[in-house]
């Protein structure tokens, strides 16, 4: 990969990374995977680490849509508790 890909792959994955970081909900997650899975599997070929930073990026966001699910049903249970 030349000097010039590499800058492109990086900010391509820079701007998908702040997106997701923005998201909030998963919804939103999910159109943005959407919007950028072309990008996305390009990314995958060129610059599978930065690729892999976007999917653990996802996956935390995944969590932290859970918990906030969870605390929230939790904080119900105990009002109606």
Do not use: Y
């Not at 990086?10 to 919007?35: D, F, G, R, W, Y």
């Amino acid at each position: 990969m030349t000097p010039d890909q590499e800058a492109k792959a990086n900010q391509a994955a820079n701007m998908i990374l702040a997106e997701l970081e923005a998201a909030k909900t998963p919804e939103e997650c999910a159109a943005i995977s959407e919007k950028h899975a072309k990008i996305f599997k390009r990314l995958e070929e060129v610059h599978p680490v930065r690729a892999i930073h976007i999917v653990n990026l996802a996956k935390m966001k995944k969590r932290e849509f859970a918990e906030m699910e969870r605390k929230e049903q939790q904080e119900q249970a105990e009002l109606w508790g």
